[in-house]
C-alpha cells in the first residue's frame, strides 16, 4: 500500500479568527486535507491548530453551493457578456432566480475583494478615456 495523496494547502488558511493560525498562508500554515462531502466533492480542510475543519470553498462565491462550478461560472459568463437573467437561465437550464442569486452572491465577491486590493492605493494620474465616453454615448442614448 502506497503513500496517501497529498494536496498543496499553501494558499488556504484557518478562517477562524480566534485560532493563532489565523490568515497564514504559505508552506507552514499548518492547514492539512480532511477528506471530500458533498455531490461534487469539495474538499474538506483540517487547521492542524485549532484542530477544526473547514470547506476549501468557505470565502469564495462557491460556498453551500448545490450546482457544479462550471454551471455558476457558466452562467456568471452568460451575464458578464450581456445576457439578461431570464436569457440566461434559459441558456444555462437554471432557473431565473438562481441565476440572480448567483449574480448578487458573485458580485458580492468581487466587491469584498477589490476593497481589500483598493487599500492605501495613492494615484498621482489616471486615465478613464474609455469610460468616459461610455458614460456619454450612454448619456446621449438616453436622451434619444
Avoid at 485560532?19 to 500554515?29: A, F, Q
Avoid at 485549532?50 to 461560472?73: D, I, Q, V
Avoid at 456568471?76 to 441558456?91: F, H, M, Q, S
Avoid at 448567483?102 to 476593497?115: G, I, N, P, T
Wanted: glycine share 6%; charged share 25%.
Amino acid at each position: 500500500m502506497g503513500r496517501k495523496k497529498q494536496m498543496d494547502t499553501s494558499m488556504y488558511f484557518c478562517p477562524y479568527s480566534e485560532c493563532s493560525n489565523h490568515g497564514k498562508v504559505g508552506p507552514d500554515n499548518q492547514i492539512i486535507g480532511a477528506g471530500c462531502y458533498g455531490p461534487h466533492q469539495t474538499q474538506l480542510l483540517k487547521c492542524k491548530v485549532c484542530h477544526r475543519t473547514f470547506s476549501e470553498r468557505r470565502g469564495t462565491p462557491l460556498f453551500n453551493l448545490k450546482a457544479s462550478e462550471e454551471t455558476f461560472y457558466d452562467v456568471i459568463a452568460c451575464l458578464a457578456e450581456g445576457n439578461g437573467i431570464r436569457a440566461t437561465g434559459r441558456i444555462k437550464k437554471v432557473d431565473k432566480d438562481t441565476v440572480a442569486a448567483w449574480l448578487d452572491k458573485a458580485s458580492q465577491h468581487v466587491e469584498a475583494v477589490s476593497r481589500y486590493l483598493m487599500v492605501n492605493l495613492h494615484f498621482e494620474e489616471a486615465q478613464l478615456d474609455e469610460f468616459w465616453s461610455f458614460v456619454k454615448k450612454k448619456k446621449h442614448t438616453a436622451q434619444l
